[in-house]
T-cell receptor, first 112, second 112 residues
Framework: QKEVEQNSGPLSVPEGAIASLNCTYS??????FFWYRQYSGKSPELIMF????GDKEDGRFTAQLNKASQYVSLLIRDSQPSDSATYLC????????????FGKGTHLIIQP | NAGVTQTPKFQVLKTGQSMTLQCAQD?????MYWYRQDPGMGLRLIYY???????DKGEVPNGYNVSRLNKREFSLRLESAAPSQTSVYFC???????????FGPGTRLLVL
């Protein structure tokens, strides 16, 4: 059974600070890692994907991957109230013969 | 470019009734997916279609059937709805199995 674990939160962060979201996964053969943002009552929207160990930056967002530790994280710099949402970590295993395995999500609250 | 569209947006069924959820994408994607999202359970894969003409079971396929009608359309059918199928259903598509998935707006289903 492939598992993706996230702290459900809520994670409360002051406006302007760095929000750090974490995710661990059980399948060591996993190859692709995705972060989705989901506002209440809306569908998931892609923020970032990462395939290789290390950091990947896109604007205020940085994804970090450590395959040896089976750990992926998302950093949000200069957090804004509009970043308040649930963040879903998703993992695709090697072989790609199925869809994504999602974590249950972390509820992030940015306090003005 | 509408992306991924789903109909209906909301549906109420009585136990034992049947219905079909429709999904269409205009991104010329090969792969399509059906997920359900329940509080505390996250997103779970029901069925997927790697390419036109193929369908495969995901994590929670019992009680559902799917049809990949053509490259654009992928429908999900509940033959005899049960209260346990009350959920939000999301359709998604990707260029290929290994690529980023894009989600539709969702269908909220209530089975009484």
């Amino acid at each position: 059974q492939k598992e993706v674990e996230q702290n459900s939160g809520p994670l409360s962060v002051p406006e302007g600070a760095i929000a750090s979201l974490n995710c661990t996964y059980s399948d060591r053969g996993s190859q692709s890692f995705f972060w989705y943002r989901q506002y209440s009552g809306k569908s998931p929207e892609l923020i970032m994907f990462i395939y290789s160990n290390g950091d990947k930056e896109d604007g205020r967002f940085t994804a970090q991957l450590n395959k040896a530790s089976q750990y992926v994280s998302l950093l949000i710099r200069d957090s804004q109230p509009s970043d308040s949402a649930t963040y879903l970590c998703a993992v695709r295993s090697g072989g790609g013969a199925d869809g994504l395995t999602f974590g249950k999500g972390t509820h992030l609250i940015i306090q003005p | 470019n509408a992306g991924v569209t789903q109909t209906p947006k909301f549906q109420v069924l009585k136990t034992g009734q049947s219905m079909t959820l429709q999904c269409a994408q205009d991104m010329n994607h090969n792969s399509m997916y059906w997920y359900r999202q329940d509080p505390g359970m996250g997103l779970r894969l029901i069925y997927y279609s790697a390419s036109e003409g193929t369908t495969d079971k995901g994590e929670v396929p019992n009680g559902y059937n799917v049809s990949r009608l053509n490259k654009r359309e992928f429908s999900l059918r509940l033959e005899s709805a049960a209260p346990s199928q009350t959920s939000v259903y999301f359709c998604a598509s990707s260029g290929h199995l290994q690529e980023t998935q894009y989600f539709g707006p969702g269908t909220r289903l209530l089975v009484l």
